[in-house]
C-alpha cells in the first residue's frame, strides 16, 4: 500500500486542528508498516505494538511543530527508531534471566528432537532457516546498525531517507550501513549452508 | 589499497557506485588477494539473504489498532488528570463506590468519582489495560476507564477460582486496588476486566522456603513468590504448562526453571514486582 505525501499532509493540518478523528486516520494508514518495522527490530511482537504504541503517543503530542518539510514517514521512522533505542536502554537497567538455562529433563530432550525432525531437507524450511539464521544474526548487532540495515533492506528507504530519519549525515549513514553488513558477514561467516546459494 | 580499505568500498562497488579510477584499484586487489575475494563473495551472498528479508512475513496482531487508541487514550486521561484543577479537584471529590474483602485474601477496590473526560470530537475513547505496579512496596490494580468509554466489569478471583469481587466500572471512573493476601502462603490473583486477564502471585507475610518443585508455570509463579516474597505477574499464553524449578540463595534472578515449551524468561520489574513471560 502507497500512501501519498499529500494525503498525510491533509491529515496532519485537520490534526493540528484539533481532529482526533484525523490523527486516527493518519495512525491507520500507516501503524501497519511501523508494526513491521518495530517487529523486525525487535522479534517481539509484544514489543514491537509497544513500540509503536509509543511511537505515535510522541507523534501526537509533537505534530503541532511538524512543518511537513519531511515526509511524515521519515519522521516516523525517526520517532519508531528513537523508541526502539530508548526501550532497549530501559531493557538493559532491567534485569531479565532465561530461567530454562540449566535444568535439564526428558521434557527438554524431547523438544530437541522435535526441533531437529522439522529442520529435514525440505526446501521451504531450508529458506526459511536462512531467513531466520539472517534474522537472528541482525539481532546480534548493535541497536543502531540493526535499524539502518531494516531500513535499507526491508523497509526499502533511500540512504538519503535513512540520513533524514537518523539524523545522520548522508556519508556516516553510507558507511555505517556498510560496517554493519560487513560485521553481518562476519557473523554468519561460520554457517556454511548460508552461503550456498539456491 | 590494503584488504582493510577495500573492505570499506565493498557497499559501494556491489552497486556500482564507485568512480573509474577506484573501482579499478578495488578491482585489481580484489584479484590479487584470495582471501579479500572469498570474503566479498560472501559479502555479496549476505546482501541478496538482506534482499529477501522482506519477503518474510510479519504478522500484524488485530489489535494493533485499539492498543495504539487505548494507549493515546491513557496517555491524554494522565495528562489533564496533572492538569492544574484536573486531578486535585477530582481527586477531592473522590468516593469510595466499592470496597469488597475476603476472610483470607483481600483486595480493596476504590473507585474513584469525577471527571475523566478525555473525550474529544469525533473520539469515543478506548480502555487502556489494566496494570500491575508496585507503588513503593504495595502491590496495586490499576485501571482507568475513561469518560465516554463502555463500562466494564471487573472480577478477581482468588487461586481456588472463588471471586473475591465483582463489580461493574463505569465510564470516567479509574479504579486503584492494593492487592494483598493474608494467607500463610502465597496466592494467585485472576483479575479479569472485560476481556482482559490478568494473573498475578501475590505473597505472603510469612516466606515459604521451599528449594524446589515441579508444576505448572502458575505454581512456578506461586513459588517464587513465596520464597523471595514478591509479587509475580504471569503473562505466558498457557500458564498451565508443566515446568520444574530449583532455587538458589536468596535472589529470584538466579531461578532456574525449565519448561517442556519455549523458555520461560523472569524479568524483574521492581523490587517487589516480578514477571514471567516469554
Known amino acids: 500500500m502507497t500512501h501519498g505525501l499529500s494525503d498525510d499532509a491533509v491529515l496532519i493540518r485537520r490534526c493540528q486542528q484539533g481532529d482526533r478523528a484525523a490523527f486516527d486516520d493518519l495512525v491507520r494508514r500507516h501503524e501497519k508498516r511501523a508494526y513491521q518495522y518495530a517487529y523486525r527490530l525487535t522479534s517481539n511482537g509484544e514489543e514491537a505494538a509497544d513500540i509503536v504504541a509509543d511511537a505515535f503517543i510522541r507523534i501526537y503530542n509533537a505534530l503541532q ?38 535444568l535439564q529433563s ?56 535513512i540520513a533524514e530519519s537518523l539524523d545522520l549525515p548522508l556519508g556516516t ?26 | 589499497m590494503n584488504a582493510n580499505k577495500a573492505r570499506e568500498f565493498f557497499s559501494e562497488y556491489y552497486e556500482g557506485k564507485l568512480d573509474r579510477a577506484l573501482k579499478q584499484a578495488f578491482e585489481r586487489r580484489l ?44 496517555q491524554l486521561y494522565a495528562a489533564k488528570r496533572s492538569a492544574p484543577g484536573g486531578f486535585l479537584a477530582w481527586w477531592k471529590s473522590a468516593a469510595l463506590a466499592g470496597l469488597a474483602c475476603a476472610a483470607i485474601v483481600a483486595a480493596v477496590i476504590a473507585i474513584r468519582g469525577g471527571s475523566g473526560d478525555t473525550s474529544q470530537a469525533n473520539f469515543v475513547p478506548v480502555a487502556p489495560p489494566a ?48 492487592l494483598t493476601n493474608s494467607r500463610p502462603e502465597p496466592v494467585l490473583m485472576t483479575i ?16 515459604v522456603p521451599a528449594s524446589s518443585g515441579e508444576g505448572s508455570i502458575e505454581a512456578l509463579a506461586l513459588a517464587i513468590s513465596g520464597r523471595f516474597r514478591v509479587a509475580v505477574q504471569v503473562e505466558v499464553p498457557n500458564s498451565s504448562e508443566k515446568a520444574s524449578w530449583e532455587f538458589y540463595g536468596t535472589d529470584a ?23 514471567l513471560h516469554y
Open chain 1, 65 to 102: 511543530n511538524f512543518r511537513s518539510q519531511s515526509a511524515f514517514t521519515t519522521w516516523m521512522y525517526r520517532i519508531l527508531t528513537n523508541c526502539y533505542l530508548d526501550l532497549r536502554k530501559k531493557e538493559k537497567s532491567r534485569p531479565t534471566v532465561s530461567l530454562d538455562a540449566s
Open chain 2, 131 to 178: 496494570r500491575i505496579v508496585d507503588d513503593k512496596g504495595t502491590i496495586r490494580l490499576q485501571f482507568d476507564n475513561p469518560k465516554g468509554a463502555p463500562e466494564k466489569t471487573l472480577v478477581v478471583r482468588d487461586g481456588a477460582g472463588e471471586t473475591i469481587i465483582q463489580m461493574t466500572i463505569p465510564g470516567g471512573k479509574p479504579v486503584e486496588s492494593p
Open chain 1, 173 to 198: 549513514v553510507k558507511s555505517r550501513l556498510n560496517r554493519a553488513r560487513l560485521s553481518l558477514r562476519e557473523l554468519l561467516a561460520q554457517d556454511e549452508e548460508l552461503f550456498q546459494l539456491d
Open chain 2, 31 to 74: 584479484e590479487s588477494d584470495s582471501d579479500l575475494k572469498a570474503d566479498y563473495r560472501q559479502f555479496e551472498i549476505v546482501m541478496l539473504r538482506l534482499g529477501q528479508l522482506k519477503d518474510m512475513p510479519v504478522n500484524v496482531p488485530e489489535d494493533l489498532h485499539e492498543k495504539i487508541s487505548s494507549r493515546i487514550d491513557r
Open chain 2, 192 to 207: 479479569e476486566i472485560g476481556e482482559q486477564r490478568l494473573l498475578v502471585a501475590i505473597p505472603s507475610r510469612s516466606i
Open chain 2, 253 to 275: 534472578m538466579a531461578t532456574k526453571a525449565s519448561t517442556n515449551g519455549r523458555s520461560v524468561l523472569l524479568t524483574k520489574i521492581s523490587e517487589n514486582l516480578y514477571k
Open chain 1, 106 to 161: 526428558p521434557g527438554n530432550d524431547l523438544e530437541r528432537q522435535v526441533e531437529d525432525e522439522s529442520a529435514g531437507p525440505d526446501e521451504e524450511a531450508e529458506k526459511h532457516a536462512r531467513e531466520k539464521a539472517v534474522q537472528d544474526a541482525i539481532l546480534k548487532l548493535p541497536e543502531y546498525q540493526r535499524a539502518m540495515l531494516v531500513m535499507y533492506h526491508v523497509e526499502m528507504l533511500s540512504y538519503e531517507q
